[in-house]
């Protein structure tokens, strides 16, 4: 059993900054990537940010050079800094991991978290 544990969403001020968090526990024999994950009301799921195993990270145009996506030294836990949000980063946040359980790479999702942006 895979899971993967969010926190740190929350209501924030324009040009405020949050930080998130995401814990991979369980059966985990390696990690492909791990990365957040971010859907608006009645908008599609959209890539926010990933970081690879060793380190490569991508990032979605819309949080070039306010996001930071990180993680320890383990790599089960990834962060995500969040810096002069704006209105338009309200979303529910999900963190994905793309794991090796048994002989297979398959893909888990968070329970989301929620980050609400005033202007």
């Known amino acids: 059993q895979v899971q993967l544990v969010e926190s740190g969403g929350g209501l924030v001020q324009a040009g405020g900054s949050l930080r998130l968090s995401c814990a991979a526990s369980?059966?985990?024999?390696?990690?492909?990537?791990m990365g957040w994950y971010r859907q608006a009301p009645g908008k599609q799921r959209e890539l926010v940010a990933t970081?690879?195993?060793?380190?490569?990270?991508n990032y979605a145009d819309s949080v070039k050079g306010r996001f930071t996506i990180s993680r320890d030294n383990a790599g089960r836990t990834v962060y995500l800094q969040m810096n002069s949000l704006k209105p338009e980063d309200t979303a529910v946040y999900y963190c994905?991991?793309?794991?090796?359980?048994?002989?297979?790479?398959?893909?888990?999702w968070g329970q989301g978290t929620q980050v609400t942006v005033s202007s």
């Open positions: 970081i690879t195993t060793g380190g490569t990270t």
């Open positions: 994905k991991g793309v794991f090796l359980v048994v002989v297979t790479f398959n893909d888990y």
């Open positions: 369980g059966s985990i024999r390696g990690i492909n990537y």
